[in-house]
Structures are given as structure tokens and as C-alpha cells.
């Protein structure tokens, strides 16, 4: 018969075996509590860090190398060191794009009793810049083609601005003055009398013959690529929400019109003699064309006629206009002669056919779009 005595002294090396088991759970439970919550706290800290310095570069796009180092120093700022942070800009071929990549390993204090070191943690970010005051919108006069040049041929052609070219930028004639710097992707040819460039020709080559040509410096090296934005339906989403969307070709005749909200044309447009008012964007999905002579537009006001898919064509003598015409996919032509353009030319191609044509930009001339704004996207 087994005593009492050896009964209790069994269950009590049972109970010894069972407190241990429990310790050991208990010490996991506090491992995997203690570790791990100060692995979801580093990882919050890595996505804050991400976050911050995607949308921190995004303002420096479309300028890649910039915007990774502004990037860099926003996540250093907040705890990240630099062996940590990856970046990629253009991210997936966007050049409004930004993607950054904070990656840490992090150390276990009371998991390696269960045989767990550490951990990799990561956390990413890609931030956009939308808006339209960048890009080509920095320059008075822009051509966005690959493939065809951008000529300015005639006499006494002014310019108060930089001009861009994606290809190939030409001027030839007399009294051609540029106050600004010109960018050219391919190259720079100017040939004539009394041409003036009183910022830098940038290009991989500069070509000038003549005489009197004065630039202020030139740099050998290819400008960049620069995209032409897409903002219609942004645009045309507000034309029709305040009531001014329009199906089929449009005619302004002599008319006031007040462009405080977009304005959409699905069609053609054309105007004679018309006066804008207001700081908007007048939105035609084809062609937009200017006829008449001595037109005159509002002198406080800014107005961009942007053509969605379409030309844009000034023809007449004694015009001018305040605001910009916009033509990313088109042409923009200007035939004639005294035209003036208190504002920007930006367009896929641009033609000037006549002399004494002015343009002249000013910070009031980007009042009439979008603002520019950066935002996380994923």
C-alpha cells in the first residue's frame, strides 16, 4: 500500500515540472511581447521616417539626384541612418515619382532565450508631385518634341524668360534677344546679327555664326528631358461640376468671358476678338485659333488656352494675349507680326512665321493653374 507521504511527495515533482513548463511560457509570452512590441514600434517609426522623406523629395522632382538627397537628409532627420535608406526616383518610370525604402534589422533581447536573434523590418513610401507650376511651366517658351526643332527665324524677337527645347533649338536672323537661359537637349545653332542670350546656352553642342552674338555662358552638356503634363481631366471634371462644359465647336465673338472656373470645349474653338477675365484655364479637346487684328485681352488676368490634342494658331497683327497657350500633343503657330504674349508658349512643336514677336513671363502667370501639390500614393 503506498503511503500518503509518497503520494504527496509525487505530486509535488509533478507540480515542480508543471511551474516549470509554466515559467517557460511565461518567459516566451513576455519574449514575444516585450521584442515584438519593440519591433512594431521601430517599424512605425521606419514608415513615419519613409513617409516624410518621400514627400519631402517629391517637391524637389522632377529633378531625380535632388530629390533623393532631400529624401535622404528627411529620414536621417528622423532617426534612419543613411546605410538604411534606398530611394528610387523616377520610381517605375514616373518622373513625378518618388519611392523610398527604409530597411533596419533589429536585435532580440529576450527571444534569443528561445533561440531568436533578430529580425529585418522594413517599411516603404512613394510620394507624387501633381500640379502644373514645374516642369515646362518654368520656362516662357517650350517645345516638348524629341523630334522636331524648335526656330525662332525673323527680326526683333524678345523674350523675357528661359526657353527649353527636348530636341534641338535654332534661331537665326537680327535682333533676336533672349533674357533668359536657353536649354536644348541636342543642340544650339544661332546664326545672324545681334542676337543676345543673357543667361547660358546649355546643350551638347553650341553652334553660333554671325556677328554681335553674345551669350553669357555655355555649358556642353545635354539639358534634360523634360514631360509635358496632362491635367484635362481635372480640368473638364470642374467645367462640367460649375456648369461650363460644352459639346461642339465653340465661337467667342467679341465678347467678355469670365474664366474664374475652367471652361470645356469638346470640339474646336475659335476666337475673335474676345476679352477674358479671371484667372482660368479655357479647356478645348481639338483645335484652338486666333483671328483678327488689335485684339486686346485683360491686362490683369490670366488665362491658359490649352488645347487637349489639337493646334493652336494666332493669326493677325497686333495681338495680344495674357496668360499661356498650351499644346502638348500639337502645334502651336504664330503668324504675323506685333504679337505679344504676357505669359508662356508651351506646346509639342512651335512655329514662328513673322517678326517682332514678344514674350514675356511673370510670376502672375501661372495664377490661372492647378497649384502644385505632393502626396503619398502608395
Same mark, same amino acid.
Given at each position: 500500500?503506498?503511503?500518503?507521504?509518497?503520494?504527496?511527495?509525487?505530486?509535488?515533482?509533478?507540480?515542480?515540472?508543471?511551474?516549470?513548463?509554466?515559467? /517557460?511560457?511565461?518567459?516566451?509570452?513576455?519574449?514575444?511581447?516585450?521584442?515584438?512590441?519593440?519591433?512594431?514600434?521601430?517599424?512605425?517609426?521606419?514608415?513615419?521616417?519613409?513617409?516624410?522623406?518621400?514627400?519631402?523629395?517629391?517637391?524637389?522632382?522632377?529633378?531625380?539626384?535632388?530629390?533623393?538627397?532631400?529624401?535622404?537628409?528627411?529620414?536621417?532627420?528622423?532617426?534612419?541612418?543613411?546605410?538604411?535608406?534606398?530611394?528610387?526616383?523616377?520610381?517605375?518610370?514616373?518622373?513625378?515619382?518618388?519611392?523610398?525604402?527604409?530597411?533596419?534589422?533589429?536585435?532580440?533581447?529576450?527571444?534569443?532565450?528561445?533561440?531568436?536573434?533578430?529580425?529585418?523590418?522594413?517599411?516603404?513610401? +512613394?510620394?507624387?508631385?501633381?500640379?502644373?507650376?514645374?516642369?515646362?511651366?518654368?520656362?516662357?517658351?517650350?517645345?516638348?518634341?524629341?523630334?522636331?526643332?524648335?526656330?525662332?527665324?525673323?527680326?526683333?524677337?524678345?523674350?523675357?524668360?528661359?526657353?527649353?527645347?527636348?530636341? &534641338?533649338?535654332?534661331?537665326?536672323?537680327?535682333?533676336?534677344?533672349?533674357?533668359?537661359?536657353?536649354?536644348?537637349?541636342?543642340?544650339?545653332?544661332? $546664326?545672324?546679327?545681334?542676337?543676345?542670350?543673357?543667361?547660358?546656352?546649355?546643350?551638347?553642342? /553650341?553652334?553660333?555664326?554671325?556677328?554681335?552674338?553674345?551669350?553669357?555662358?555655355?555649358?556642353?552638356?545635354?539639358?534634360? /528631358?523634360?514631360?509635358?503634363?496632362?491635367?484635362?481631366?481635372?480640368?473638364?471634371?470642374?467645367?462640367?461640376?460649375?456648369?461650363?462644359?460644352?459639346?461642339?465647336?465653340?465661337?467667342?465673338?467679341?465678347?467678355?468671358?469670365?474664366?474664374?472656373?475652367?471652361?470645356?470645349?469638346?470640339?474646336?474653338?475659335? +476666337?475673335?476678338?474676345?476679352?477674358?477675365?479671371?484667372?482660368?484655364?479655357?479647356?478645348?479637346?481639338?483645335?484652338?485659333?486666333?483671328?483678327?487684328?488689335?485684339?486686346?485681352?485683360?491686362?490683369?488676368?490670366? /488665362?491658359?488656352? $490649352?488645347?487637349?490634342?489639337?493646334?493652336?494658331?494666332?493669326?493677325?497683327?497686333?495681338?495680344?494675349?495674357?496668360?499661356?497657350?498650351?499644346?502638348?500633343?500639337?502645334?502651336?503657330?504664330?503668324?504675323?507680326?506685333?504679337?505679344?504674349?504676357?505669359?508662356?508658349?508651351?506646346?509639342?512643336?512651335?512655329?514662328?512665321?513673322?517678326?517682332?514677336?514678344?514674350?514675356?513671363?511673370?510670376?502672375?502667370?501661372?495664377?490661372?493653374?492647378? &497649384?502644385?501639390?505632393?502626396?503619398?500614393?502608395?
Amino acid at each position: 500500500m503506498i503511503s500518503k507521504y509518497k503520494l504527496l511527495k509525487g505530486e509535488s515533482g509533478q507540480s515542480m515540472v508543471l511551474f516549470a513548463l509554466i515559467f /517557460v511560457i511565461l518567459c516566451a509570452g513576455v519574449a514575444f511581447a516585450v521584442d515584438l512590441g519593440r519591433v512594431s514600434l521601430e517599424r512605425d517609426q521606419l514608415q513615419t521616417a519613409a513617409d516624410a522623406a518621400a514627400l519631402a523629395g517629391a517637391q524637389d522632382l522632377p529633378s531625380a539626384a535632388v530629390a533623393k538627397s532631400t529624401a535622404l537628409k528627411l529620414a536621417q532627420q528622423n532617426g534612419v541612418l543613411s546605410s538604411e535608406i534606398t530611394s528610387s526616383a523616377p520610381y517605375n518610370g514616373d518622373s513625378n515619382e518618388i519611392k523610398v525604402v527604409c530597411t533596419r534589422t533589429v536585435d532580440y533581447t529576450f527571444a534569443t532565450v528561445l533561440g531568436l536573434h533578430s529580425t529585418t523590418i522594413s517599411a516603404s513610401s +512613394v510620394a507624387e508631385k501633381t500640379g502644373i507650376n514645374t516642369g515646362p511651366f518654368n520656362y516662357a517658351l517650350f517645345s516638348g518634341s524629341s523630334s522636331d526643332i524648335l526656330a525662332i527665324y525673323g527680326s526683333n524677337q524678345y523674350i523675357s524668360g528661359s526657353v527649353h527645347a527636348n530636341y &534641338k533649338f535654332n534661331m537665326n536672323g537680327s535682333s533676336q534677344n533672349i533674357m533668359g537661359s536657353v536649354e536644348a537637349v541636342s543642340g544650339i545653332t544661332m $546664326y545672324g546679327s545681334s542676337i543676345t542670350v543673357s543667361g547660358t546656352c546649355q546643350a551638347a553642342s /553650341v553652334t553660333t555664326s554671325g556677328s554681335s552674338i553674345n551669350i553669357g555662358s555655355k555649358v556642353f552638356s545635354a539639358a534634360s /528631358v523634360l514631360d509635358m503634363p496632362d491635367f484635362s481631366d481635372i480640368l473638364q471634371a470642374e467645367a462640367e461640376a460649375a456648369g461650363q462644359s460644352y459639346i461642339g465647336n465653340k465661337t467667342f465673338n467679341s465678347s467678355k468671358v469670365s474664366v474664374d472656373s475652367p471652361i470645356y470645349v469638346k470640339g474646336n474653338l475659335t +476666337v475673335n476678338g474676345s476679352d477674358f477675365t479671371g484667372k482660368g484655364v479655357i479647356l478645348v479637346s481639338g483645335n484652338i485659333t486666333f483671328n483678327g487684328s488689335n485684339l486686346m485681352y485683360s491686362s490683369n488676368d490670366s /488665362v491658359c488656352f $490649352y488645347s487637349e490634342s489639337g493646334n493652336i494658331t494666332i493669326n493677325g497683327s497686333n495681338i495680344q494675349l495674357e496668360g499661356l497657350v498650351y499644346a502638348p500633343n500639337g502645334t502651336i503657330m504664330m503668324n504675323g507680326s506685333n504679337q505679344t504674349i504676357d505669359g508662356r508658349v508651351i506646346g509639342k512643336v512651335i512655329n514662328f512665321n513673322g517678326c517682332s514677336i514678344t514674350i514675356t513671363s511673370g510670376e502672375d502667370d501661372l495664377d490661372c493653374l492647378p &497649384k502644385m501639390t505632393v502626396k503619398l500614393v502608395e
